[in-house]
């Protein structure tokens, strides 16, 4: 069973849906699909792949730091893409979370759709304790 108190829910809406924006269980720090969204839940950067990527690495950012760490702690990354021509369009946004470390294990997956259609990409992470 994992220990709740090493749950992570930063905003409001993570206790509504029911969820925890990141978990610790033992070494491993399983972070929650993230989205573009503000604390009620409202997406934002509609349209632009690019922006909602930036929002979604600063979520994860601010996730790692809240643990002590930081990308190159990320050992696996899943991308779901309501389009992957998109995708490549906002990259860049993902180049740079990841500049001057090695990238984590990762896999992309084309979607039919997210849980609201603004929303244009999730990624979800996993991060080992190394320290």
Same mark, same amino acid.
Request: charged letters at 25%.
């Given at each position: ?24 269980a033992?070494?491993? $720090?399983?972070?929650s699909?993230c +989205? ?5 839940? &409202?997406?934002?950067n509609?349209g632009d792949? #690019? @922006? !909602?990527?930036?929002s ?12 002590? $760490?930081d990308?190159?702690?990320? +050992?696996k990354?899943?991308?779901?893409? &309501? ?6 369009? #906002? @990259? !860049? ?13 990762a ?7 997210? +849980?609201?259609?603004?929303f244009m990409i ?9 320290r």
């Amino acid at each position: 069973m994992v220990d709740i108190d090493k749950a992570f829910r930063p905003r409001p809406i993570e206790n509504d849906y029911g969820f925890s924006q990141a978990v610790r269980a033992g070494d491993f $720090l399983f972070i929650s699909g993230c +989205v573009s969204w503000d604390d009620d839940g &409202t997406p934002t950067n509609v349209g632009d792949m #690019g @922006a !909602q990527m930036r929002s979604i690495y600063a979520d994860i950012g601010r996730t790692l730091k809240h643990h002590g $760490l930081d990308p190159t702690d990320i +050992v696996k990354e899943t991308i779901y893409v &309501t389009d992957m021509d998109k995708f490549f369009d #906002g @990259a !860049q946004a993902r180049a740079d979370f990841y500049q001057g470390v090695v990238p984590p294990a990762a896999t992309g997956v084309e979607i039919n759709r997210l +849980v609201n259609t603004d929303f244009m990409i999730e990624i979800e992470a996993i991060a080992y304790f190394n320290r």
